[in-house]
């Protein structure tokens, strides 16, 4: 697929330090980049209800870290999926009446707009799961032939074998449950809440995961070859996407915290069973889940901010973003009118301090909001320095004429902020 237009990144002076990340399987900071080559796979949408600002606010988290990156010199490959064939998408196309494929076009479409109106850097590789199921098919029989997945409600028809559904071992990788560390009660209630199906029978084990769905009455399907007609599960598509743009190895596999498990958890656990290599991602990133009216923001819930609609009611997307930079990416937070207001009223402070000619030295500026964000992407630290300067320049002003120049290229090249 193709993704959205790049954004222009001017250029700063000199280079910014090593970044370092929390690592959700380790809880501990590291530097997932060592080499000249930094590899990051973010888990994309699932195009039914785009985009709103829980999902605005991963992008953007993984968006920072893709800019301080390239500030510190490597070469990013950063590869997104689009989920554009899956139980919650097709159960929208139903209840409203829609073509699934119209849906997904359409909510695509609307996530690209928004990206590009926050000014989130697109993937190399923007690759849906449809156009993957070629290589899905592949990966199936690999894992079949290890003996690591197993058809359940396989029967005949005519006499001939007609193969069914396909399940992953999870247990066959022994590092399964590494990332959420979870015990296996909680693994069952999270798995049966995000789209698992512990209680169905011929299952080698509750925990198990879907790889290949066979064909549906009334459901969407594609040529599996010796798999029979059907659809992918949704872990495998991205691990078969990670492993086809990025290699056996990644640097970041990020996504909202709400894929820990059982979405990373299996997809990582498929990969190593591929590849051989465990783990096979250096850190596991994920950012928090963005709440409204006192509840994490869910389409079942029915409390989604969309940027869509903000935009359309003249919010500024720079605003936005400002309201998700004001909130470690890590954190939960709540999306309130406040804050908002508040990034409403920054980004006119900054572009007022921006209007004058001249202005305090900013050198130390370019330095503070690199400094924060190699700090495991320190977004309201890197924001307090451009606040300083622009309460300097405001209170008593100064007389660098390259001052506010070189304050605007980094807000824009590190922050994403353009001003
Ligand atoms: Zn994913």
């Given at each position: ?50 985009t ?58 609307l996530?690209?707009e928004d ?191 969309l940027v869509s609609r903000?935009r359309a ?107």
């Amino acid at each position: 697929m193709d993704p959205w237009p790049s954004p222009s990144l001017p250029n700063l002076p000199g280079s910014g330090p090593a970044v370092r990340v929390t690592d959700t399987t380790s809880r501990a900071p590291v530097t997932p980049v060592n080499g000249p080559t930094a590899r990051m796979y973010v888990c994309g949408i699932t195009p039914y209800d785009a985009t709103h600002l829980g999902h605005a606010a991963t992008y953007v988290a993984f968006d920072l870290l893709n800019r301080a990156w390239r500030d510190a010199g490597h070469d990013v490959r950063y590869v997104q999926n689009v989920t554009d064939v899956d139980d919650p998408l097709l159960e929208r196309a139903r209840a409203t009446g829609v073509d699934w494929r119209d849906l997904a076009a359409e909510q695509t479409a609307l996530f690209t707009e928004d990206m590009t109106a926050l000014g989130v850097i697109p993937p190399a590789a923007y690759v849906s799961a449809v156009e993957s199921i070629p290589l899905v098919v592949d990966a199936v029989q690999e894992l079949l032939a290890r003996d690591v997945a197993y058809h359940v409600d396989s029967g005949t028809d005519s006499g001939r074998d007609v193969p069914g559904d396909v399940y992953f071992s999870v247990h066959s990788d022994p590092s399964f449950g590494s990332i959420s560390r979870l015990d296996e009660q909680e693994m069952l209630a999270v798995f049966a809440r995000r789209g698992g199906d512990p209680d169905r029978p011929g299952k080698r084990h509750p925990l198990d995961c879907l790889l290949w769905r066979r064909e549906r009455p009334g459901e969407p399907s594609w040529d599996g070859g010796p798999l029979g007609r059907g659809r992918p599960g949704w872990h495998i598509e991205c691990t078969v996407i990670a492993l086809e743009h990025l290699g056996p190895t990644l640097d970041v596999l990020g996504g909202g915290s709400d894929l820990v498990f059982p979405h990373h958890e299996m997809s990582v656990a498929e990969a190593g069973q591929l590849t051989g290599k465990q783990p096979c991602a250096g850190a596991t990133v994920h950012s928090g889940m963005v709440a409204y009216d006192g509840a994490k923001m869910s389409k079942s819930l029915g409390n989604l901010v969309l940027v869509s609609r903000l935009r359309a009611e003249g919010v500024d997307p720079m605003a936005v973003r400002l309201a998700i930079l004001a909130h470690r990416y890590r954190d939960d937070w709540e999306w309130t009118p406040q804050g908002l207001a508040a990034a409403t009223a920054r980004l006119a402070r900054w572009r007022a301090a921006l209007s004058r000619d001249g202005g305090p030295a900013a050198d130390a500026v370019l330095a503070g909001v690199r400094a924060a964000l190699a700090d495991d992407l320190d977004a309201p630290r890197a924001l307090a320095v451009v606040d300083a300067w622009a309460d300097a320049q405001l209170a008593v002003g100064g007389t660098d004429p390259a001052a506010p120049g070189l304050v605007a290229r980094t807000a824009d090249a590190l922050l994403g902020v353009r001003l």
